[in-house]
């Protein structure tokens, strides 16, 4: 849980790492769910892997549906790291096999954290940067 | 029954009639103040005379659904209709205390935070009734946006037919081909809505993406 000083400065926060594994076998409505459920206990979460394109609209429109009624919810800063590099055919094919055995993109990486603390997240191809809010 | 035939057989004509003039949907998507309803009026402007909204230095100026049916685009000697649906900027948070420095009310601001959120909601509801989608981004913007390759991989997704627009380059911090080498696998114009610069090469495209749909 993210603490606050008594100026109001952050002390500290929680990152939660969630493996694919735990999402696999959820639908939809319970993976957008348990999501939103860490990130309103003001928690960061690194997921193993990424939702589909599907439910990443999803979230944003669950989250835009909770601001003005979840008591100081400003919504949430989210970055999903992955390979992009252009691939030969084979190399997609040999991707969408191993995606396909193991129920997702496990070669990438989900970041959520709310707007409250999570100011902004920087990402450029090599790098990414969080930024906390003060 | 022979009022069905006939039924059949006008309806038969008027499809006959229309057949090839199909009004393509064409959608602005985007993250908040990059462009889209200037894009989106100056097409308007050009082809019809008229404007579809209004444009703000402030972000979220627009908070709803905006459209405009049966514009005819022509373009060397070809010729398309289209409807043109501008939509809010997509985002994943909002704040009203953004808005307080604009010089408005904090009751407003709220207002405006409010609207702007349902915003989003519908751009994402409007997503899957797309033929062609114009993703408009700002140009002096960094391209790896979360927002950005969620919407356009939404909608590859869905099969719609994305166009990645490069607005705003008559700014000296403009730089498209940041943009390009972002989203390596997409077709990217640069233009600037506000000036009306490169606009051929946009219609272009949009001639060029219609003919595959």
Request: hydrophobic share 40%; glycine share 6%; proline share 3%.
């Amino acid at each position: 849980m993210k603490k606050r000083g008594k100026f109001g400065k952050i002390k500290g926060f929680v990152i939660q790492f969630i493996p694919y594994s735990e999402i696999k076998d959820l639908d939809s409505n319970k993976r957008i769910r348990k999501i939103l459920d860490i990130v309103l206990k003001n928690n960061i979460i690194i997921l193993q892997g990424r939702l589909r394109p599907e439910e990443e609209t999803r979230l944003i429109g669950d989250t835009m549906a909770m601001i003005g009624h979840v008591k100081n919810f400003k919504g949430i800063e989210l970055a999903v790291i992955s390979n992009n590099k252009e691939l030969n055919i084979f190399s997609k094919l040999r991707k969408k096999i191993a995606n396909f055995f193991s129920g997702g993109d496990l070669g990438a990486i989900t970041i959520i954290g709310p707007a409250t603390i999570v100011k902004e997240i920087k990402r450029n191809p090599k790098k990414i940067e969080l930024m906390l809010n003060r | 029954m022979a009022m069905k035939i006939l039924r059949n057989f006008f309806k038969r004509i008027f499809l006959n009639i229309f057949k090839g003039r199909k009004e393509i949907k064409l959608g602005f998507y985007g993250p908040p103040n990059v462009g889209k309803t200037s894009l989106a009026n100056k097409i308007c402007k050009d082809f019809t005379g008229e404007e579809i909204g209004k444009v703000s230095k402030i972000p979220h100026e627009t908070r709803n659904i905006q459209f405009k049916e049966k514009v005819e685009i022509s373009y060397k000697g070809k010729k398309m209709v289209l409807k043109l649906i501008d939509t809010p900027g997509i985002t994943t948070k909002v704040d009203y205390e953004d808005f307080l420095k604009y010089k408005m009310s904090k009751k407003e601001a709220k207002k405006r935070a409010k609207e702007a959120t349902q915003g989003v909601i519908e751009s994402i509801k409007w997503l899957d009734d797309m033929d062609l989608v114009v993703v408009v981004l700002d140009a002096t913007e960094n391209p790896y946006n979360q927002v950005n390759i969620t919407i356009i991989g939404n909608l590859v997704a869905r099969k719609i037919p994305v166009l990645i627009v490069a607005n705003k380059i008559d700014l000296k911090k403009a730089d498209v081909k940041r943009i390009e080498a972002a989203f390596p696998e997409y077709e990217v114009v640069g233009i600037s809505a506000k000036y009306g610069k490169n606009l051929e090469e946009f219609y272009e495209s949009i001639f060029k993406f219609v003919k595959k749909i």
